[in-house]
């Protein structure tokens, strides 16, 4: 029978499987720090931050969210129940969340299934098949988001669907023309064959724009350099859009931010545990006024903060990420 894990090798465990959250432009904008006791603290980095395209840092929190729900999950497949607590300390606002653990409690399946796909989740970024989703999994994915305090709004309507496509399309050639965000972009897209660890990476998105009807525009990660994946097939037809929808909260607090990257996290892993795959679109809520406007239209008055499509595809991607222990810090006197 083997020992029991230490704190300090729970830790290791827990913070190499949160850094494969899924952050914007993979900047990874996070730091734990431990004692070698059984807790944990999250802390957002905020030399990680987009300053042109977040600068109140709802995006970075979101990520730190997400992050967060892989530090709950995580202790959950070792049996232990977490103790959460949000943004703890108002002196603090760096400071996440912090994480302990003393009880025990086996996990559930469902939990084991979500866990084991950690490591192996990727966002998608481009179309998708035309074959529909498992039955049931648009309803476990809206039950798990309302378990983590937001809500996933399918767009089911062709209008209200075309409109959130065209408030993509907008949103991605404003951004294209303004020049500070077109050099943050930059800085964080390396160049293919880069030994980079963060930012996003040639392997991660397709050489050339997947349009779908109606069309939902992707980064232009490659910048016209023609980095990027090559096509599955030849023939480059329109192909799904995939289900679209908006992940929403009632509030627009940093507290509802970390909130939606916890469901954001619950939303991704229960789709790849479906078999399914999510591609995410920030441009138009990084523009105030064009996020208002959805807001007003197409969330029924919920902030929102992400467009999400959701469908089946084949997936190649490869992602990267930094190595734990450029992460996690000894805690501080």
């Known amino acids: ?47 990680r931050r987009l300053t042109a395209a977040d600068p109140d840092g709802r995006e970075m929190m979101i990520s730190c969210g997400a992050a967060l729900f892989s530090v709950r999950l995580a202790l959950r497949s070792l049996g232990y129940i977490p103790e959460t607590s949000v943004l703890p300390d108002p002196g603090q606002p760096a ?34 098949d035309p074959e529909p989703l498992p039955p049931g999994a648009l309803a476990a994915l809206r ?24 408030a993509v399309q907008g949103a991605e050639h404003q951004l294209r023309c ?9 800085r964080w897209t390396p160049a293919p064959g880069s030994a980079c660890r963060d930012g996003v990476p040639a392997t991660s998105y397709p050489a050339r724009p997947e349009h779908t009807e109606p069309d ?39 507290v509802d931010w970390v909130h939606a990257g916890q469901a954001l996290q619950r939303i991704l892993l229960t789709a790849s545990a479906c078999g399914a795959a999510v591609a995410l ?30 469908g089946l595809v084949t997936q190649v991607a490869i992602s990267v990420r930094r190595d734990p222990g450029d992460a996690l810090y000894p805690a501080g006197p």
């Open 216 to 254: 939902f525009p992707g980064r232009d990660f490659g910048r016209g350099h023609g980095w990027g994946l090559p096509p599955l097939s030849v023939a480059m037809p329109h192909r799904a859009a995939g289900v679209a929808g908006l992940l929403t909260t009632d509030s627009d607090d940093p």
């Open 1 to 47: 029978m083997s020992e029991p894990m230490t704190a300090e090798e729970i830790t290791r465990y827990v913070v190499a499987r949160a850094i494969w959250a899924p952050s914007v432009h993979n900047t990874q904008p996070w730091r734990f720090t431990a004692d070698g006791g059984p807790h944990l603290s999250l802390y957002a980095d905020a030399s």
């Open 95 to 128: 400071l996440v969340a912090r994480v302990s653990w003393r009880e025990r409690a086996a996990a559930d399946e469902f939990e084991q299934r979500l866990s084991g796909h950690l490591l192996t989740r990727r966002t998608h970024r481009g179309a998708f």
């Open 281 to 310: 679109h920030s441009q138009p809520l990084e523009l105030p006024w064009l996020r208002e406007f959805i807001r007003a239209q197409l969330s029924d008055g919920a902030h929102p903060h992400l467009v999400l499509r959701i």
């Open 143 to 166: 039950t798990g988001a309302a378990r983590e305090g937001a809500a996933l709004r399918i767009v089911a309507d062709d209008g209200h669907r075309a409109a959130l496509a065209a």
């Open 178 to 186: 303004d020049g500070e965000r077109v050099r943050e972009l930059a």
